[in-house]
C-alpha cells in the first residue's frame, strides 16, 4: 500500500506501477481491496477542504476528506449535502463516494451525488493532472468531466479534490412510519406518496417477516407546520407513527449507515423504478436476502447471507434487465446483472487510461 | 472537403429521402444558414429532414461513410452557435422527431423524441399534475434535442439544476453509425455515469434519438414576488440576504433598467415605475410550508430596502411577472436594432461587484448594456446593444462581449452559464481551461468521433488537435476571424 500525502503522490505512484487501486476510507471493502498484483494508493491522508463560502452554497476539498468532517463543517453554517452520503459514520470519503457513485434516502428530495457535483481534479492512468467542470453552481463550458466521474470506480482516474453544491438544511424534520400486513399495499402507499404533491424528503420502503412491508416518509422544513403535513402524509399511507427528534434521527442512521444489514453479508445496490419492487421481490424469494428499497423505489440494497454467492444475484439480474454493484463481500467482479452496450465506455477508458494502469471496466 | 464524396453522399441521400424532404436549392436552405446567434451564417450543402430514427441513423452512417459533416438541428434557438451548419456538410433537422413515445405517471418517467418541444412534455404531463423542470427562456419553441446536447438551464436552476440533472437515459447514434443506449429510467445508477457526460457535449458525440427524462410533481402552491430597487447593487444585495436567510427559492432573478424598459415595451409587464432594477423570487411548495417561508422572506425583503413589493395574486398575475422576464431577451430588439447576448458565471458574492464593472466596461466602450441574470446561480446575461450598420460596432460589441467573459474567469466563474461554448465562445474555452485538461476533452471528442464529422467546429477552437480546421482564405482587415478562415459569412 502506498500512502498518499500530496496530489503529486499519486502522480508518482501512477508513472511507477503497473497497477493501482485507490481507496479512500475503506467503507466499501469490496470496492477498496486490491487483487494481487495491484498496489493499493491510500488516499485517506490526502485531506482537508481547501475552500468554502456558505454565501456560495459551495465548497472544495480534497479526495480523501472524510464526509462526516465536511458535515460538521456545513452544519456549523447551517448547510448540508443534500445528496445524504451513505456511510459517513464508517469513515466514507468524498472522493469514494463520488466514485462509488452512491447516495443516501435523503437525495429523494433535490437528487444524488451526481446532481450536485460541480468539479473534480484527478490523475488519469497516465500521471497526468486534469481538471474537469468548475467552482461556482452553473457551468457549461467543455466535456461533463465530473459527472463521467460518478459510479466510474477509479476506472478513469484516482481522484484527488472535489467540489460540490451545498444546500441550506431544514430546521426540522419528521417521519411517518406505516407498517403494512402485505408488500402490495406497503408499494401501493408509496406510489401515492411518489405521485402527491408533495416535498417529501426521503421515501423508503422495507419488506419484513410474513410479507409484510413498512413504508417511511420523511418530512423536513418549518417546524410550525410540520406535524400539519405529516397528517397529510398520514391520509396517503392510512395511518402511521410519527416519529420525532431522536426517533426520526436512529431511523433514517439506520439506512443510511446500513445498520440493517448483518455482519458478514454481501451488500448491493440495484437501480429500479418503483413499479418493478414487486418483481424484484418475487425472484428475490429463493435468495433469504434482506432488502430495503430507498430514494421513492428508484434504488434497492440488496443484503445476501455468506452462504448465498453474488455471482446467483448475477444469474438473477441479468435476465430482469437489472444491473448491481456490489459494496460489502469479496472483491473482484463487483459489477453484476445486466450491462450497457460498453462501446462508449470503453472509447472513453482509453483515453483517461490507455495503459490499463487502473482497473478494467469489469 | 471533397467533391465527390459529397456528391456521392448526396445521390445516395437521394435514394433515402423524397424530394420535399432533402433541400439542396438556395430558398430552401436559408432558413436553416443560422441559428439565434444571428449573426453567423453557413450555407450547407443539403437540409435532411428525418420522419423516422432510422433514417437519422442511415444519414449518419451514410455520412460516415463519406466522411461528410453533419449538424443535427432542432428548432435552432442556440444562442452560441451551436446548430450553425458547417460548409459543405450537411444538416440533419430534427422537428419531425417529435413523439412522446412513453408518458408512465406511475414511474414519473416520459420518453420522448429528440425534436419533441421542451414545454410539450409538461403539457402532456399536466393532467397526471406531473410537470418536465428545466424551463429554458425559449421552452415553448426549443426541443429537448437540443437541450440535451447543450444542457440547458432556465430560472429555476438553482433548487432543481439543469437539463443534465433531468436526464435518466439516452438512446443515441453515435457518429459512425452504431446505437447506443446510455443510462436507464431509474434516478439511480451503476457504472460511470456516460449520460452525464453525453449532456452537453454540443453535437460532438452523436445524435440524440430518444430521451428519457425524469417528471416530477407540480407544487401546488407558487408564491411569486417582485421587489423593485433604486439601485441595481441593492437587488444584488437583497439576494445575498435571501441566500443567506435559509430559504431556498425556486427561482431568483433580476432585471436592471434598461432591460426592464425593454420588456415593458415589448409585453407590458407594468413593472414598478422607476426601478433601477427588479428582483422576482418565486417559493414552491407545499401550501403551509410556502406560507410560513412566505412570511420569512417578506422580512428579508423588507430589510433589503425595496421601494415597492407585489405578490401575485393569482396564476395569471404570476405569468405576466415571468413573461416580462422571459421575454428580455427578444424585448431588447424593440430598443436596439441588434445585440449579443452574453452568458456568463460569477460566484454569487461578487455579483454587484461584476455589475459594477460590466457597468464600466459598457460605458469605455459607448455600448449600452442591458442586465438580465439568474442572479440565485450567479448566472448573468448582458445583453449588448449595438447598431450593425455602423461601421466597426459589431466588432467593439464583440470585444466587450470578450472582456465581460475574461471577468467571469477572472473571478473565478465560467464563461457559459447555460448556452454552451459552441462557435460563440471556442476561442475562450483555453482561458478556462489548461492546455491538459483541453487535451483530455479533445481526445474524448477524437475516440467517440475519429472522422471528427460530428457538428465539427464547435466548443474547441480552431486548429485545436492541429486538425487543420482553419484554411485563411481572406486577407480582409474587417472580417471576422472565422470569415477569414472561410468557415462562416456574414450579413
Known sequence: MIHIESIEDVQRAMRACAHVLPRGGGSKPALSVPPPDVEELDLSNLKGVVEYNPGEYTFTARAGTRIDEVQALLAGHGQYLPFDPPLAEHGATLGGTLAAGLSGPGRYRYGGVRDFILGVRLVDGTGQLVRGGGKVVKNAAGFDIPKLMVGSLGRFGVLVELTFKVFPQADAFTTVRQPCAKLESAVAALERVYLARLDVDSLDLMPGEGGSATVWVRLAGMPGVLHARAERVRALLGGGDVLDGTDDFLAWREAREFTWVPPGWTLVKVPLTPGRIAGLEAILDPLQAQRRYSGGGNVAWVALPDTVPAQRLDGILLPAGLAGLILFGPAGKVRIGARENEVFERRVKAVFDPAGRLPDLA | ?491
Request: aromatic share 6%.
Open chain 2, 1 to 491: 472537403m471533397d467533391n465527390h464524396a459529397l456528391q456521392a453522399l448526396i445521390d445516395a441521400l437521394t435514394s433515402l429521402y423524397p424530394p420535399d424532404r432533402l433541400l439542396s436549392k438556395a430558398g430552401e436552405l436559408a432558413p436553416y444558414e443560422s441559428d439565434a446567434l444571428t449573426a453567423y451564417r453557413v450555407r450547407p450543402a443539403v437540409v435532411v429532414i428525418p420522419e423516422t430514427q432510422d433514417e437519422v441513423i442511415q444519414t449518419v452512417k451514410l455520412c460516415h461513410a463519406h466522411k461528410v459533416p453533419f449538424v443535427a438541428r432542432g428548432s435552432g434557438t442556440s444562442l452560441s452557435g451551436g446548430s450553425l451548419p458547417v460548409k459543405d456538410g450537411i444538416v440533419i433537422a430534427l422537428n419531425r422527431l417529435n413523439h412522446i413515445l412513453k408518458l408512465d405517471p406511475r414511474e414519473r418517467i416520459a420518453v420522448v423524441e429528440a425534436g419533441t418541444i421542451n414545454l410539450d412534455i409538461t403539457k402532456a404531463a399536466a393532467p397526471y399534475d406531473l410537470y418536465y423542470a428545466p424551463d429554458p427562456s425559449s421552452q415553448q419553441i426549443c426541443t429537448i434535442g437540443g437541450n440535451v446536447a447543450f444542457n440547458s438551464g432556465g430560472a429555476h436552476c438553482l433548487k432543481y439544476g439543469m437539463t443534465s440533472n433531468h436526464i435518466l437515459g439516452l438512446k443515441v447514434v453515435l457518429p459512425d453509425g452504431q446505437v447506443v443506449r446510455l443510462g436507464g429510467e431509474s434516478t439511480e445508477a451503476v457504472g460511470p455515469d456516460l449520460v452525464g457526460l453525453f449532456v452537453g457535449s454540443e453535437g460532438l458525440f452523436g445524435i440524440v434519438l430518444e430521451i428519457t427524462v425524469r417528471l416530477l410533481p407540480r407544487p401546488e402552491k407558487y408564491h411569486t414576488l417582485l421587489a423593485a430597487y433604486s439601485t441595481l447593487e441593492a437587488a444584488g444585495e437583497a439576494v445575498s440576504r435571501v441566500v443567506a436567510s435559509g430559504l431556498l427559492p425556486g427561482a431568483l432573478e433580476i432585471m436592471d433598467r434598461l432591460a426592464i424598459q425593454a420588456a415593458e415595451a415589448a409585453v407590458h409587464p407594468n413593472y414598478p415605475k422607476g426601478a433601477q432594477a427588479i428582483l422576482i423570487v418565486e417559493l414552491e411548495g407545499e401550501p403551509e410550508e410556502v406560507s410560513e417561508e412566505t412570511q420569512r422572506l417578506e422580512q428579508v425583503i423588507r430589510e433589503s430596502g425595496a421601494y415597492e413589493v407585489r405578490v401575485a395574486q393569482d396564476a395569471s398575475d404570476r405569468q405576466r411577472i415571468w413573461k416580462g422576464r422571459k421575454s428580455a431577451f427578444s424585448a431588447v430588439g424593440r430598443l436596439s436594432p441588434d445585440y449579443i447576448v452574453q452568458d456568463g458565471v460569477v460566484p454569487r458574492s461578487r455579483l454587484s461587484e461584476a455589475l459594477a464593472e460590466i457597468k464600466r466596461l459598457g460605458e469605455q466602450y459607448g455600448l449600452r448594456v442591458a442586465n438580465v441574470f439568474h442572479a440565485g446561480d450567479g448566472n448573468l446575461h448582458p445583453l449588448i446593444l449595438y447598431d450593425g450598420r455602423e461601421a466597426g460596432a459589431l466588432e467593439r460589441a464583440e470585444k466587450l462581449a470578450g472582456e465581460i467573459l475574461d471577468l467571469c474567469i477572472r473571478f473565478g466563474g465560467s464563461i457559459t452559464g447555460e448556452h454552451g461554448v459552441a462557435v460563440e465562445k471556442r476561442d475562450y474555452l483555453p482561458r478556462m481551461y489548461s492546455e491538459t485538461d483541453l487535451d483530455v476533452m479533445w481526445r474524448l471528442r477524437c475516440a467517440i468521433d475519429p472522422e471528427q464529422i460530428a457538428n465539427p467546429g464547435k466548443m474547441f477552437p480552431p486548429g485545436t488537435g492541429g486538425n487543420g480546421v482553419v484554411s485563411p482564405v481572406a486577407h480582409s482587415t474587417n472580417l471576422h476571424p472565422l470569415d477569414q478562415a472561410g468557415i462562416i459569412s456574414r450579413e
